[in-house]
T-cell receptor, first 112, second 116 residues
Framework: GNSVTQMEGPVTLSEEAFLTINCTYT??????LFWYVQYPGEGLQLLLK?????DKGSNKGFEATYRKETTSFHLEKGSVQVSDSAVYFC???????????FGSGTRLQVQP | GAVVSQHPSRVICKSGTSVKIECRSL??????MFWYRQFPKQSLMLMAT?????????EQGVEKDKFLINHASLTLSTLTVTSAHPEDSSFYIC????????????FGSGTQLSVL
């Protein structure tokens, strides 16, 4: 079956530091890949997505590239801000209308 | 953007009681809603897929008599944890899909259930 593995948090960084949150997946076929973000007290929100190999999703300074050869979709940001503090979930979905398969989430704490 | 409201955000109950969690899509119609469960430091696990007007589809290992799901309208789905026990304590999250693909999937803020 499908599965997603994320690095365990919390990840603690200083403001303006470079961020990488690793995500690898196992899936049959050609899944679509997503990163969701959950700010305190709110629901998960779609941050970015990629639907095929070598696609790069980007939003709000975050980027992730769909790497089929390494089955990875690592999240990166060049300069984090305190407002980026949240929990980040990597997820995938197969073809059709199947529900998302999530990773366990990685908490990011950015200190001023 | 679209909003999904989930209530309550936190509930504490005694063992043996039932708890109902509501999930509402506030500004769109959701023919499909999903219910997830999350244990500490673990993935969100899909419990069931709920389609308006029909019976929910439960994932393997999820007891349908324990976790009753009702999706009576296009804007409301409810999850009732019946005869709750301490092992049911968990974080429950709903999501509602606008349209037929996962491109527009919106999440509630979750419910933390603690069963004493």
């Amino acid at each position: 079956g499908n599965s997603v593995t994320q690095m365990e948090g919390p990840v603690t960084l200083s403001e303006e530091a470079f961020l990488t949150i690793n995500c690898t997946y196992t899936a049959t076929g050609y899944p679509s890949l997503f990163w969701y973000v959950q700010y305190p007290g709110e629901g998960l929100q779609l941050l970015l997505k990629a639907t095929k190999a070598d696609d790069k999703g980007s939003n709000k300074g975050f980027e992730a590239t769909y790497r089929k050869e390494t089955t990875s979709f690592h999240l990166e940001k060049g300069s984090v801000q305190v407002s980026d503090s949240a929990v980040y979930f990597c997820a995938l979905t197969g073809t059709g209308r199947r529900a998302l398969t999530f990773g366990s989430g990685t908490r990011l704490q950015v200190q001023p | 953007g679209a909003v999904v409201s989930q209530h309550p955000s936190r509930v504490i109950c005694k063992s043996g009681t039932s708890v109902k969690i509501e999930c509402r899509s506030l500004d769109f119609q959701a023919t499909t809603m999903f219910w997830y469960r999350q244990f500490p430091k673990q993935s969100l696990m899909l419990m069931a897929t709920s389609n308006e007007g029909s019976k929910a589809t439960y994932e393997q290992g999820v007891e349908k008599d324990k976790f009753l799901i009702n999706h009576a309208s296009l804007t409301l789905s409810t999850l009732t944890v019946t005869s709750a026990h301490p092992e049911d304590s968990s974080f429950y999250i709903c999501s509602a899909r606008q349209g037929s693909t996962n491109e527009k999937l919106f999440f509630g803020s979750g419910t933390q259930l603690s069963v004493l």
